[in-house]
């Protein structure tokens, strides 16, 4: 199982921009899809962007199209997701997740389709 560490999570006025990132243990190794996911107070775990192992396939919720972008840097061994024009009800714990499972450039928006997932950060948008 692959170690992921999300960080750059924490209080943002609402409006406001946040750079989550995700750092993976074994890098190059994995060779499939990232994505990032969040849960809210009673909501279930929702698909919000995801990437292909090259960085040329994404997609994104429609909720967050034109406002959030993700992107990775392999040589890093890091994935980030660039917040802006955050709203209120975005608040949540925001979960990094990683395929590595072929095809390799697929990028799924199911949950069930990441392997290995991140403890979470929490992501507070206040008023």
């Known amino acids: 199982q692959e170690q992921l560490v999300e960080s750059g999570g924490g209080l943002v006025p609402a409006g406001g921009s946040l750079r989550l990132s995700c750092a993976t243990s074994r890098g190059t190794f994995l060779s499939g899809a990232m994505g990032w996911f969040r849960q809210a107070p009673g909501q279930e775990r929702e698909f919000v962007a995801g990437?292909?192992?090259?960085?040329?396939?994404?997609k994104y919720a429609d909720s967050v199209k034109g406002r959030f972008t993700i992107s990775r840097d392999n040589a890093k061994n890091t994935m980030y997701l660039q917040m802006n024009s955050l709203k209120i009800e975005e608040t949540a714990v925001y979960f990094c997740a990683a395929r590595n499972v072929p095809p390799f450039e697929l990028v799924p928006v199911g949950a069930r389709e990441y392997d290995s997932w991140g403890q979470g950060t929490q992501v507070t948008v206040s008023s």
């Open positions: 990437i292909s192992w090259s960085g040329g396939s994404t």
